[in-house]
């Protein structure tokens, strides 16, 4: 496995198995150390894994909620123009998204985790979080864990005319 | 363990001390796997299923 220090994302590689046919697994971990979210990127499938406690005698210096230096998102409670979110950037696994009105604020953005249970809509029809676009604007709702989505309600960003535009 | 740096998220604290103090469950190994300091993560039965 390869841990990577900046992200905490961790990569498995299935042992045994013929090269094509190894699972090669992202692992997230929350930032309370409860669990993790997973992604298969060969198989295409990802959730949720949880820690087992009664299994080990050892201790862990982790067991309190830690802080993570992502924000928490407020949640948007009105109509989807005056609280949805610009789409910076979306795939498989993260949604980065911008708190500025513009979109263009340089720290005034975050990113969150996608799984298989987070619910993707655009135009309210049920879609996957590959469809989403830079652009859009989406009204979010997330985790307890602050860096887990659990519904992205996407659109696409009202169209504004160039300015001296006619017609 | 090889250890690699990028741009993203930041790992939580206490993130390598959870990983090899407790055991976890998840779909692709029978629970509790283990995520040993030497980099192989092994499930309840001792067998080494990821590297």
């Known amino acids: 496995m390869k841990l990577d220090e900046a992200t905490g994302t961790l990569h498995l590689l299935e042992k045994g198995p013929k090269s094509k046919d190894k699972a090669r697994i992202d692992v997230w971990f929350w930032s309370d150390l409860t669990g993790f979210s997973w992604y298969d990127n060969h198989g295409q499938v990802g959730g949720q894994g949880t820690r087992v406690d009664a299994t080990t005698a050892a201790k862990t210096t982790a067991s309190a909620p830690l802080p993570t230096k992502l924000p928490p998102l407020p949640l948007p409670t009105g109509p989807v123009d005056e609280h949805a979110y610009r789409i910076l950037q979306a795939d498989a696994v993260s949604i980065t998204v911008s708190f500025s009105k513009t979109g263009r604020g340089g720290a005034e953005h975050a990113t969150y985790y996608i799984n298989d249970a987070t619910v993707v809509t655009i135009d309210g029809h049920p879609t996957h979080s590959r469809e989403l676009k830079g652009g859009m604007v989406a009204h979010l709702a997330v985790a307890p864990d602050q860096r887990t989505v659990t519904r992205i309600e996407a659109r696409d960003a009202p169209r504004i005319p160039e300015k001296g535009h006619r017609g | ?51």
């Open chain 2, 1 to 51: 363990m090889c250890v690699a740096r990028s741009g993203f998220a930041e790992m939580p604290p206490g993130l390598m001390d959870a990983l090899t103090s407790h055991g976890w469950a998840f779909p692709y190994a029978k629970a509790p796997v283990l995520f040993r300091p030497d980099g192989i993560m092994m499930d309840a039965d001792g067998t080494a299923r990821f590297e």
